[in-house]
């Protein structure tokens, strides 16, 4: 049963321009979350979701920020006009109906230039 | 609101020695807690949790916690370190099983031969 799936690994982007981050949670899963963990800082919480459900975004900045999780395909983060501000790992984690167990992906390095 | 603390960004142990990673939480409702494991650039590993019953909860690796309702504790434990042991450890704490997770800022585990 293959884990978490996250791509790209690293990515690297320019100031104004857009990055999707995609999370593929192990099977048989129907939540995600996504965290974000800054320089030398523990993870934020970001956002939850369920099949085409955004269940709780409280962590999400109000702006150039978005997840979707939809019937079909994997999560995606995607962030709008990078700033260098949003440099960070970004991690997905899923977890089966009522578990309580939350798997973590490798992460997302997002690098601003 | 809930919060973690972890007391000690950095632990150095010598290979053999007790480890004591030490975890406070503050919840309004009885909480789910967890400690989680993070090698460098990889994504995050639960060690162990407890949700309800015993107190004393057994994980991976040796680790053990104990959960402390009046103290609001909820520190890891191992008796003899490892050189593998060495990474950072992260305490998390929801509200429900399938609710965000709240951590600490984290602690580095060193461990010295």
């Known amino acids: 049963n293959a884990g978490v799936m996250q791509n790209p690994r690293h990515l690297v982007r320019r100031r104004g321009q857009e990055a999707r981050l995609r999370c593929s949670p192990m099977k048989g899963h129907s939540h995600v979350y996504w965290y974000r963990q800054l320089p030398e800082e523990g993870l934020k919480f970001m956002v939850y979701?369920?099949?085409?459900?955004?269940?709780?975004e409280s962590g999400m900045p109000k702006e150039r920020f978005s997840a979707e999780f939809p019937k079909e395909g994997p999560s995606i983060l995607r962030i709008q006009q990078v700033v260098r501000g949003d440099s960070a790992a970004y991690f997905c984690?899923?977890?089966?109906?009522?578990?309580?167990?939350?798997?973590f992906g490798p992460g997302t390095r997002l690098t601003v230039t | 609101a809930q919060s973690v603390t972890q007391l000690g960004s950095h632990v150095s142990v010598s290979e053999g020695a007790l480890v004591l990673l030490r975890c406070n939480y503050s919840s309004s409702v009885p909480p789910y807690l967890f400690w989680y494991v993070q090698y460098p650039n990889q994504g995050l590993q639960l060690l162990l949790k407890y949700t309800t019953g015993a107190t004393l909860v057994k994980g991976i690796n040796g680790f053990e916690a104990e959960f402390k309702k009046s103290e609001t504790s909820f520190h890891l434990t191992k008796p003899s370190a490892h050189m593998s042991d060495a990474a950072e450890y992260f305490c998390a704490v929801s509200d429900r099983p399938t609710d965000k997770l709240i951590f600490g800022t984290g602690t580095r585990l060193q461990v010295f031969p």
């Open positions: 979701l369920q099949k085409e459900n955004i269940i709780d």
């Open positions: 984690a899923s977890s089966q109906r009522d578990s309580g167990e939350q798997y």
